[in-house]
């Protein structure tokens, strides 16, 4: 598989803390060059980098990042002001202590409400695999079938680990048809993109591939 037919499938990302408006539209930049599916970036980012690639870039945010443990209030005002700013797809992180505690009905909830407030625009839900039994992922991957949401997503990349290939290959087996996987966190060869992709993955979260 050829670098740019991979770059398609990527959300071009940059959500360290330290990230500047310089840094953000040097990733926006690249996005437009290299036609990536889009370009991830902190919400604080949202509305300039919208009016900076005007139609040209699909711009993903983050929600509830990077440990999801914020109210369902909180996070469904995040996705509100996310979407008024521009954004075109958001990612939410779960409630890892709900899935814990085995509460997935307030998970599938919280998920639920926050695809309400996206008004349309798609969604992907991050269920930190890194920090998941096996048990759990299935588990998340039938919330997320039922919630309504486009992508299960496999990691922030903060919490210690990222995307693993026995994670893409377990969670398309268990996801329902309507569901897409996006693999991120430590993507960081067009190898290792292009067998995620045969996995299963439909999505890439990484922000090294296009400097390969």
């Known amino acids: 598989m050829e670098k740019q037919e991979i770059l398609k499938y990527v959300d071009h990302t940059l ?5 500047t408006w310089d840094q953000i539209k040097k990733i926006c930049d690249e996005g437009m060059a290299y036609h990536t599916a889009s370009v991830c970036i902190p919400p604080c980012f949202v509305k300039r980098a919208k009016e900076y690639g005007k139609d040209q870039l699909c711009i993903c945010t983050v929600i509830g990042f990077p440990n999801g443990y914020m109210t369902t209030k909180a996070k469904v005002e995040e996705t509100k002001d996310a979407v008024s700013n521009g954004a075109d797809e958001i990612d939410m992180v ?20 926050i695809k309400a407030a996206c008004q349309g ?11 998941l039994t096996e048990e759990e992922k299935i588990k998340m991957c039938e919330v997320v079938t039922q919630s309504g949401a486009e992508y299960i997503k496999t990691s922030t990349g903060f ?4 995307a693993t ?5 377990l ?11 996006k693999a991120a966190g430590g ?10 992709l045969e996995l299963g ?3 890439l979260g990484t922000s090294r591939l296009i400097s390969l």
């Open 121 to 131: 625009k798609l969604l992907k839900v991050i269920i930190e695999t890194c920090l």
């Open 201 to 203: 993955a439909e999505r």
């Open 165 to 169: 290939f026995e994670d893409v290959a």
């Open 159 to 162: 919490a210690g680990g990222g």
């Open 171 to 181: 969670m398309r087996a268990h996801v329902g048809k309507n569901v897409k996987v």
């Open 187 to 196: 993507i960081s060869s067009l190898e290792d993109a292009e067998k995620f």
């Open 94 to 113: 779960i409630n890892i202590g709900m899935v814990k505690e085995g509460r997935y009905e307030d998970v599938l909830s919280e998920i639920k409400e």
């Open 15 to 19: 959500l360290k803390q330290s990230a």
